[in-house]
């Protein structure tokens, strides 16, 4: 549909908060942008009755009046994708906040819009087609140096078959600057440049989806042995105020398996935001040696930014990573956090007269929910090449309530669940995932991997890690009850042999230099330690020895301090400590000849 951009398409007659409605004179589209007032603030049609649209202003709505003119695009909510998005900072509308910050100072003004690519920028094409041969959407047409962490594949536009007349050769180009022609088998000549649009509501087509076989490795050991994440799915992370979930997001935009990072700031504080910022370009990438913030990219909406935009910033952040994901990279979408999502899709719900649901939320939260969440996937791309999407999205209960309508729904979508527990953080153990609460249903999808790749042992040490964890959380009930003292030494010895594992190996320090981050053979080694510790402690139990004298053993303060001592390339300084582990508890069983 095309527009006269400058042309009105209607007047106000009402101004309520971020929603807005016009009397149009000419037709408009639900879900067309549109821009408001004088300033020309970008809005989104929300809902048509006869003539009378209503609108969701993304900017803040002070000062509109009733009779200010609207006009119409003729395009809905779309980003804009090419080179040029690694490293950039955007707000929920893809305006490009730090291109802005430079012209308009660190105060935005209402109305101030830049293209959300520069447009003057060169980049070096290189061509890896040639003219005359079929294509078809996705396929790679040539590469570009986006950063020196990553190659851009500039893609043929999906729906778009035909054959490719002609590309230019090597050399720089704009964003505006056609490389090639594809005659499509409708007839239609496409022009294909270095960038392209996409609605951000519409997912991305592609081949088919590929089995949750692969883990994406997280490097914190809680998450990767106990409750992995399968590549191309998803998992929500709840946690009250406190609980460490910020902090949690940022070791996995560090450490995290994934080729790109979409973090989206979603309605949190101005301040996490602000240092995720300071401190992004000064961390190092372990993968490469250079900034991370070459391989990342910022959707930032904070709360004091207007509350419509922060409903959008989701589906922005997803559709960018849906096309890096179409080029073959395995990317990680992090959300921060739909809770705040949730509460701007309530807002603008109660300002349209809509009949409430639960706790206020519309009737449709689970359907919006499910819908973002099935963005997830490890698929085989439209181009032939495998890529994936993982989603990880943070949630803030109010009051820590895990009942309340976000987290529940949550549950219904995600295969993954890291219940982060504010006992645990006022402990001062991070993370601060809950053993008790957490859980993985792709747990037994990803076994044969461990098995191949890392530990035959992998599944029946997990579980019975787990299930040591689970029996003491019951111990330690009873014994609140009635004195741990009074337990017999079988169960004092699960109760200490937990306390080791929350040290040894729940524990892990994100400012540690060796402990920061774990490798699954690490990992494995660690539980085999703790879980051999264990059988060993039965064993001397039953050979007579005090439980007080097996925990003053030099082993028990190794064990604790093991995952600190001993980094990833140290591993077999941990298969001595193995054999130190075997010596003592045998030395303490054959000090008691006369308990046999």
Not at 538 to 559: H, Q
Request: aromatic fraction near 6%; charged fraction near 25%.
């Amino acid at each position: 549909m095309t527009r006269d951009a400058n042309e009105p398409a209607g007047r106000l007659i009402e101004v309520s908060g971020a929603v807005v409605r016009a009397r149009c004179g000419v037709p408009v589209a639900l879900a067309e942008v549109v821009w408001v007032g004088d300033d020309r603030l970008i809005g989104e049609v929300i809902a048509l009755d006869g003539d009378i649209a209503t609108m969701q202003v993304y900017e803040e709505t002070e000062g509109l009046c009733v009779g200010a003119p609207i006009a119409a695009s003729g395009g809905p909510l779309s980003v804009t994708l090419g080179p040029g998005l690694l490293g950039s900072v955007f707000d929920g509308v893809q305006r490009p906040l730090d291109r802005l910050a430079l012209s308009q100072g660190d105060f935005l003004g209402r109305g101030q819009h830049l293209e959300p690519l520069a447009t003057d920028r060169l980049w070096e094409f290189r061509p890896t087609a040639a003219a005359g041969s079929a294509v078809v959407g996705g396929d790679a047409l040539g590469t570009v140096s986006e950063t020196p962490a990553l190659e851009h594949h500039v893609l043929v536009p999906p729906m778009v078959d035909g054959t490719l007349v002609d590309i230019v050769p090597r050399g720089s180009y704009s964003a505006s600057d056609v490389l090639g022609h594809v005659q499509a088998a409708s007839g239609d000549r496409v022009d294909v440049r270095l960038v392209q649009r996409w609605r951000v509501r519409a997912p991305r087509p592609y081949r088919h989806h590929l089995p949750a076989t692969t883990p994406l490795l997280t490097g914190q050991r809680v998450l990767d042995t106990f409750f992995p994440l399968a590549c191309g799915s998803a998992a929500g992370m709840p946690g009250g105020f406190g609980t460490g979930k910020t902090v949690m997001q940022h070791q996995l935009c560090r450490w995290a398996q994934a080729d790109v990072i979409v973090f989206v700031g979603c309605g949190e504080r101005g301040n996490e935001l602000t240092e995720m910022l300071w401190k992004l370009p000064d961390l190092v990438d372990p993968r490469s040696g250079r900034p991370l913030a070459e391989r990342t990219i910022l959707i930032a909406n904070t709360s004091n930014m207007p509350v419509p935009a922060r409903e959008a910033s989701i589906y922005t952040g997803v559709t960018i990573a849906e096309y890096y994901r179409d080029m073959g990279y395995h990317v990680l979408l992090l959300a921060d956090s739909t809770s705040r999502w949730a509460e701007a899709l309530r807002e603008i719900s109660g300002r349209l007269g809509e009949i409430p649901a639960e706790e206020g939320y519309p009737s449709y939260l689970s359907s919006r929910l499910a819908a973002f969440y099935e963005r997830a996937g490890r698929v085989v791309t439209l181009g032939g090449r495998e890529g994936s999407v993982s989603i990880i999205s943070a949630i803030s209960p109010a009051g820590g309530d895990l009942t309340e309508p976000v987290t529940r729904h949550t549950q219904r979508f995600t295969g993954c669940f890291w219940t982060l527990d504010k006992k645990l953080a006022e402990a001062r153990v991070f993370p601060a995932v809950s053993v008790e609460d957490s859980y993985s249903t792709v747990s037994t999808d990803l076994e044969r991997w461990w098995h191949d790749e890392v530990s035959p042992e992998w599944a029946a040490r997990r579980r019975e890690a787990l299930k040591l964890l689970e029996h003491a959380g019951q111990l330690r009930n009873t014994a609140r009850l009635v004195g741990e003292e009074t337990l017999p030494d079988r169960q004092r010895l699960v109760i200490r042999v937990a306390e080791l594992f929350e040290e040894g190996f729940l524990r892990q320090s994100a400012y540690d230099v060796k402990d920061a981050s774990c490798s699954p053979a690490r990992q494995m080694r660690l539980l085999s330690l703790l879980l051999e510790f264990y059988h060993r402690g039965l064993d001397a139990l039953d050979r007579g020895v005090p439980i007080r004298e097996l925990f003053g053993l030099p082993i028990v303060a190794a064990l604790a301090r093991a995952s600190s001592a001993f980094g990833d390339d140290q591993i077999a300084e941990l298969d001595r400590l193995g054999t130190v582990l075997v010596e003592q508890c045998g030395a303490a069983a054959r000090s008691e000849p006369d308990a046999a």
